[in-house]
């Protein structure tokens, strides 16, 4: 039998795997969070942070915190007089979000166990708001995003961040429409089609 065979196999298994879990909106299982800590998730996870304008006192909203890989560096970055709060549907991400919360010595975390788009969320509360490579494991995405809309103070933005190969990676297109049928107002975008952040914007003077 060829060597190649073997890994002929492997390669179908993998692109196989990958389109049916593209077709099902859900998120990564807790036993593969391992997978969100890597080098090169590290890179574009420094980039959103930066990308935030974080300064002390903000309230942020991280939508689908997944294992707290961001939820540390942002609580760092609004200090003792502001607040996070760290959103995942799965307890077990929570657990682990929670413990590393507790590791770093942080005491302005608060956590949300509950799907987005459920009407679990604060109104009119966070300053800014993050989902990374999360929007597409939702699905009610336009229900996540008018909630998120409305928990945003007026002139906050939401961070969107999307990654291939993802397999539940959206377009800028489909982010750019659903945002607007939501009530953001598009802001500016960085990257290319293949990784990309935009901010939504919710417009001054909105309630």
């Given at each position: 039998?060829?060597?190649?065979?073997?890994?002929?196999?492997?390669?179908?298994?993998?692109?196989?795997?990958?389109?049916?879990?593209?077709?099902?909106?859900?998120?990564?299982?807790?036993?593969?969070?391992?997978?969100?800590?890597?080098?090169?998730?590290?890179?574009?996870?420094?980039?959103?942070?930066?990308?935030?304008?974080?300064?002390?006192?903000?309230?942020?909203?991280?939508?689908?915190?997944?294992?707290?890989?961001?939820?540390?560096?942002?609580?760092?970055?609004?200090?003792?007089?502001?607040?996070?709060?760290?959103?995942?549907?799965?307890?077990?991400?929570?657990?682990?979000?929670?413990?590393?919360?507790?590791?770093?010595?942080?005491?302005?975390?608060?956590?949300?166990?509950?799907?987005?788009?459920?009407?679990?969320?604060?109104?009119?509360?966070?300053?800014?708001?993050?989902?990374?490579?999360?929007?597409?494991?939702?699905?009610?995405?336009?229900?996540?995003?008018?909630?998120?809309?409305?928990s945003l103070k007026p002139g906050g933005f939401l961070s969107v961040t999307e990654v291939l190969p993802d397999p539940h990676y959206q377009s800028y297109g489909t982010i750019q429409r659903m945002a607007t049928q939501a009530g953001f107002r598009v802001g500016g975008k960085l990257g290319n089609r293949f990784s990309f952040?935009?901010?939504?914007?919710?417009?001054?003077?909105?309630?």
């Amino acid at each position: 039998m060829s060597i190649l065979t073997p890994i002929a196999i492997v390669i179908v298994l993998v692109v196989l795997s990958w389109a049916v879990w593209r077709l099902v909106a859900f998120p990564c299982p807790t036993w593969l969070a391992w997978l969100l800590d890597n080098p090169f998730t590290s890179d574009y996870q420094a980039k959103v942070v930066s990308r935030l304008g974080l300064v002390e006192g903000l309230s942020v909203l991280d939508a689908g915190c997944g294992p707290g890989r961001l939820t540390i560096p942002i609580a760092r970055a609004v200090g003792p007089g502001g607040k996070v709060l760290a959103v995942d549907i799965q307890a077990g991400m929570i657990s682990r979000a929670k413990v590393r919360v507790a590791q770093a010595g942080l005491a302005n975390v608060d956590f949300l166990c509950a799907p987005l788009g459920s009407g679990r969320l604060p109104k009119t509360t966070f300053d800014r708001a993050l989902m990374v490579t999360v929007l597409g494991e939702i699905p009610d995405k336009l229900a996540a995003l008018r909630e998120i809309y409305e928990s945003l103070k007026p002139g906050g933005f939401l961070s969107v961040t999307e990654v291939l190969p993802d397999p539940h990676y959206q377009s800028y297109g489909t982010i750019q429409r659903m945002a607007t049928q939501a009530g953001f107002r598009v802001g500016g975008k960085l990257g290319n089609r293949f990784s990309f952040m935009v901010n939504l914007e919710k417009p001054p003077g909105e309630a």
